[in-house]
Nanobody, 121 residues
């Protein structure tokens, strides 16, 4: 099973940028689809972005298209989420997810512990 550790969260003003990283352990990282999810207070966890094992296919939620980019470096066992033009509604705990069904963004096998992103207006 893949172990995941997120980093890069923090407090940023609206319009600013952050880059989240997810360091993965285990030899299966480079062969599985990965994703980012988020959960705001009082709301259900929602999918944000997904990427295939080789980076050839990506998916972004409509709410973040044009602002967020998902990428991965299989040589470094690391997943990234570049977040630009951040809005207060992007405030949430962001979770890294491993070995999921990219077509549905479901059936996640491993979760990270989450990193807080707070966007002030």
């Amino acid at each position: 099973q893949v172990q995941l550790v997120e980093s890069g969260g923090g407090l940023v003003q609206a319009g600013g940028s952050l880059r989240l990283s997810c360091a993965a352990s285990g030899r299966t990282f480079s062969s599985v689809a990965m994703g980012w999810f988020r959960q705001a207070p009082g709301k259900e966890r929602e999918s944000v972005a997904g990427i295939s094992w080789n980076g050839g296919n990506t998916w972004l939620a409509d709410s973040v298209k044009g602002r967020f980019t998902i990428s991965r470096d299989n040589a470094k066992n690391t997943l990234y989420l570049q977040m630009n033009s951040l809005k207060p509604e992007d405030t949430a705990v962001y979770y890294c997810a491993a070995n999921l069904d990219l077509s549905t963004m479901r059936n996640v096998r491993s979760w990270g512990q989450g990193t807080q992103v707070t966007v002030s207006s």
